[in-house]
């Protein structure tokens, strides 16, 4: 027997600003946040545009105690911090964070009821601090020389450096600042990471070992580095080239012509918490957590040979058997859609092997033309869209959507009957992950369901 899980705490931080509140805005509005970059000069790279969050600093995310720690914080873990801080307020909870330091007030939940797992990419480090100890490895001749570079450069990088690009920090630093010591993890798997954390976190609450998990993801590629490993492998398209400003203008999910993808930072942390726990404190339930699947792929999606994604697929179909559901009963997708084609056909292909005729008229969500793709912290950012689908009983509006193969996507939002929506995404490593998020439901919530342990 399993416990109900479900949703009562969102956490955003995103190119539309920090909080659900200003995601779920800029959503509803059909606004793009995709815009010429601006944290370096990427006048060199072919792409030129990128989701970048407005005015955030970690140290508004932190107790006045823990304010030093920001500087061993890479970009991605203070996106993981804030948005931890904005769920744990959206969820009304007490944490060791929320407290004063010598505060003896009784948190929420005891330490050892709460879990925490939360996906990570591979953090991209920051280029002043390498340069700066390059430069201390410089050969007579000019160059950077490797012999030098290990016996005496890598001593000139700052103090704790190794500590602010460890995938697993992002998950160390909110459990540190909010207390949680129940099963902690990090996931490290692109795109689907956030949801594989979801599903992870479900299934601790669900078999009793935890009351409450932080759960989500979060990563920048907005740097030089990052821009570097992504942009050079082709993985994101040419966006930018041409004379777009905006990725309204040129980010196409599911369009076969589309070729433009844009990087991003972001990330969110949704609270999942026992149903009938949340239901003893009386907090709104944004949804529940119906079922989840994983599956992998055999070949990677940027590969682009126009075959549908089998992982996908799987993903897809263990997530609708866990929930006990149907594809016929969704009334909604949540899907990835990067606007590059070779990826997007590959996903197109999975809903319509799952979702056959309804493939043509179910709605769909994508993010790619609003904030672009945030890599590690995609899949959250996914799933904290569907929750705010279920809760509002709406679909925002659709950017830029051209000629997609998948005719939800060209929808133009508003309100809507929401029972069951199924996020889903692929991932550029052949992750895939699927959820479905179901409206809240008085007669089950809190109560026990079969299922996996």
Not at 77 to 86: D, N, R, S, T
């Amino acid at each position: 027997m399993a416990r109900s899980v479900v949703i009562t705490g969102l956490g955003v931080v995103s190119p539309f600003g920090t909080g659900a509140g200003a995601f779920w805005q800029g959503l509803v509005e059909g606004r793009s946040a995709v815009q010429p970059i601006t944290r370096f000069d990427a006048s060199g790279f072919r792409c030129r545009l990128g989701g970048e969050v407005p005015g955030f600093s970690a140290k508004d995310s932190v107790p006045k105690h823990y304010r030093k720690a920001v500087k061993v914080m890479a970009r991605d873990i203070e996106l993981a911090v804030g948005a931890a801080k904005e769920a744990c307020e959206d969820a009304k909870l007490v944490t060791r964070g929320t407290l004063p330091e010598d505060s003896t007030d009784p948190t929420t939940y005891p330490g050892a009821r709460m879990g925490c797992h939360i996906g990570a990419g591979l953090i991209s480090a920051e280029s002043d601090e390498l340069t700066a100890a390059f430069a201390t490895a410089r050969g007579a001749d000019g160059p950077v020389d490797l012999e030098a570079w290990g016996s005496r450069g890598m001593d000139n990088l700052t103090p704790l450096w190794m500590l602010k690009y460890l995938p697993n920090m992002l998950a160390c630093h909110v459990t540190i600042i909010h207390g949680c010591e129940g099963p902690s993890n990090t996931i490290t798997c692109a795109e689907a990471s956030g949801l594989l954390s979801v599903a992870e976190s479900a299934r601790v609450i669900e078999r009793g070992a935890a009351d409450l998990c932080f759960s989500g993801s979060a990563e920048n590629k907005l740097s030089l580095m990052g821009m570097v490993r992504t942009q050079y492998a082709g993985r994101l398209g040419a966006l930018g080239t041409g004379e777009a400003t905006s990725g309204a203008q040129c980010v196409k999910p599911f369009d076969p012509a589309g070729d433009c993808g844009a990087p991003a930072e972001g990330g969110a942390i949704l609270i999942l918490e026992d149903a009938a726990s949340a239901a003893r404190r009386g907090v709104p339930v944004y949804a529940r957590i119906s079922g989840t699947g994983a599956g992998h792929s055999a070949r990677r999606p940027y590969e682009g040979d126009g075959r549908p994604d089998l992982g996908l697929q799987a993903a897809m179909e263990n997530a609708l058997d866990d929930a006990g559901l149907n594809a016929a009963d969704m009334d909604a997708l949540v899907l990835m859609g990067t606007g590059v084609a070779g990826i997007d056909l590959a996903e197109a292909g999975a809903v319509q092997a799952v979702f056959t005729e309804a493939a043509e008229t179910i709605p769909v969500v994508t993010l790619g033309s609003a904030i672009g793709n945030t890599m590690a912290g995609n899949a959250s950012l996914l799933a904290a869209a569907g929750a705010l689908c279920v809760k509002h009983q709406r679909l925002p509006a659709r950017i830029n959507a051209g000629r997609p193969v998948l005719r939800g996507a060209a929808g133009t939002g508003g309100a809507a009957t929401l029972r069951h929506v199924l996020v889903a995404t692929s991932s550029l490593g052949g992750q895939n992950a699927a959820a479905v998020l179901s409206a809240p439901d008085e007669r089950v919530t809190g109560q026990v369901r079969t299922g996996d342990q």
